[in-house]
């Protein structure tokens, strides 16, 4: 039944990745989750079924996660768009305390991450809204 439900999804997935393609190509790695979640299922299931499928297909998902947070980053900064640069940042910072919850790492360790990434989160905002004040005028 998985197999089906995945098949279905594909198959629905590819006409409007196409569309989209066609449409705005800039915007195409937004609509691209489901034929990769497609194509990452499947082949963690066929092709390495008890080897290393999940984590080939985690390791999937995080690169299209960072890729997808540095490309709204860089789409934020280049339209000066605070919105999506926090967006992106929001984005990469999930994927960052997804992998803390999976590592072994001590409490200090983890501490310290969130407050680097925290201050990482509020310079760029500061920069990004003094250009913003700085074309405006």
Same mark, same amino acid.
């Given at each position: 039944?998985?197999? @089906?439900?995945?098949?279905?999804?594909?198959?629905?997935?590819? =006409?409007?990745?196409?569309?989209?393609?066609?449409?705005?190509?800039?915007?195409?790695?937004?609509?691209?989750? =489901? @034929?990769? $979640?497609?194509?990452?299922?499947? *082949?963690?299931?066929?092709?390495?079924?008890?080897?290393?499928?999940?984590?080939?297909?985690?390791?999937?998902?995080?690169?299209?996660?960072?890729?997808?947070?540095?490309?709204?980053?860089?789409?934020?900064?280049?339209? *000066?768009?605070?919105?999506?640069?926090?967006?992106?940042?929001?984005?990469?910072?999930?994927?960052?305390?997804?992998?803390?919850?999976?590592?072994?790492?001590?409490? @200090? $360790?983890?501490?310290?991450?969130?407050?680097?990434?925290?201050?990482?989160?509020?310079?760029?905002?500061?920069?990004?809204?003094?250009?913003?004040?700085? *074309?405006?005028?």
């Amino acid at each position: 039944m998985d197999y @089906v439900l995945v098949a279905a999804l594909f198959a629905v997935a590819i =006409p409007l990745l196409v569309r989209a393609w066609r449409c705005d190509r800039s915007r195409i790695l937004y609509g691209s989750l =489901p @034929v990769l $979640a497609g194509v990452a299922y499947i *082949g963690a299931s066929l092709f390495f079924y008890g080897c290393c499928g999940e984590a080939l297909a985690m390791v999937i998902f995080n690169i299209y996660m960072f890729a997808l947070g540095l490309f709204t980053i860089m789409a934020g900064i280049r339209n *000066g768009h605070l919105g999506a640069l926090n967006g992106g940042m929001a984005i990469l910072i999930a994927v960052i305390v997804a992998r803390f919850f999976d590592c072994d790492f001590s409490f @200090v $360790a983890r501490g310290v991450a969130f407050i680097i990434i925290g201050i990482g989160f509020l310079v760029v905002n500061l920069l990004m809204v003094r250009k913003n004040k700085g *074309g405006a005028q």
